[in-house]
């Protein structure tokens, strides 16, 4: 995008307080998204980390050292006008979540499996209070109605910058469950991650490691753990949701 290879225009960064949040001012104009919404944050910790980005600009605008501010720009830019959207494709990952889907063998992975999911199951079923079905096999299984209404309210409630950072969450663990238990705090999102791989890491144990997938999964586990901070930046670093 050619805004993006501007060169730096401005010498100082300054995070700025209103009644509606805050934003940032490179000199004396605001910083806008690529749509050119003005950048209003909910936060001053996410206002600053975000000025850091700029302020760390040297010559040229290079957006990948920029991961706060591009996370802003898909809040306000995209998730703000596809909010119903976001919110439904959330619900579908719930419908066929990860940890509902066991293996039917060896019975290693089976123990893995059960020992790493049913807590994080067991959780989920006290918080939304209803009961989830897991079995085996790649066939649909069925859920209570209760939980996707359920998990739907606990969805709706969150700002923009918060529902993007929690569909990164989910697209990347392929798990409703584990997001909604980083951002309640019941789990990091190293441990979620790692509980996401259950399945490929006993593949790679079976037949080698790629530096590729290596490669891949090392970049994804960088993308949760940023969406993890983005989180805690955007709702005050609140401990918990629900």
């Known amino acids: 995008m050619s805004e993006w290879k501007q060169k730096r225009f401005w010498k100082n960064v300054h995070v700025v307080s209103s009644e509606a949040g805050y934003f940032i001012k490179l000199d004396d104009k605001i910083l806008k998204s690529p749509a050119k919404r003005q950048m209003m944050l909910p936060t001053e910790a996410l206002a600053k980390k975000i000025a850091s980005e700029w302020?760390?600009?040297?010559?040229?605008?290079?957006?990948?050292?920029?991961?706060?501010?591009?996370?802003a720009n898909a809040a306000l830019d995209k998730v703000s006008e596809q909010y119903e959207e976001v919110s439904s494709l959330l619900g579908e990952y719930g419908e066929t979540d990860l940890l509902c889907y066991r293996a039917d063998s060896p019975?290693?992975?089976?123990?893995?499996?059960?020992?790493?999911?049913?807590?994080?199951?067991n959780w989920a079923e006290n918080t939304f209070k209803v009961q989830i079905n897991c079995g085996t096999g790649i066939v649909y299984i069925p859920q209570n109605e209760k939980l996707f209404s359920e998990t739907r309210k606990k969805i709706n409630n969150l700002s923009i910058f918060e529902l993007t950072a929690l569909y990164d969450m989910v697209?990347?663990?392929?798990?409703?469950?584990l997001g909604l238990a980083i951002i309640n705090g019941r789990l990091s999102a190293e441990?979620?991650?790692?509980?996401?791989?259950?399945?490929?890491?006993?593949?790679?144990?079976?037949?080698?490691?790629?530096?590729?997938?290596?490669?891949?999964?090392?970049?994804?586990?960088?993308?949760?753990l940023h969406s993890e901070e983005f989180f805690a930046l955007s709702n005050g670093n609140k401990s918990t949701i629900f």
């Open 171 to 177: 697209s990347i663990t392929g798990s409703l469950i």
């Open 107 to 121: 019975p290693e992975l089976q123990k893995r499996q059960k020992t790493g999911w049913d807590p994080i199951i």
């Open 55 to 71: 302020e760390k600009q040297i010559e040229e605008i290079d957006p990948t050292t920029m991961p706060f501010t591009k996370s």
């Open 191 to 224: 441990e979620a991650y790692q509980l996401s791989r259950i399945d490929e890491q006993w593949q790679l144990e079976q037949w080698g490691e790629d530096e590729e997938s290596q490669v891949a999964s090392n970049l994804k586990n960088i993308a949760i």
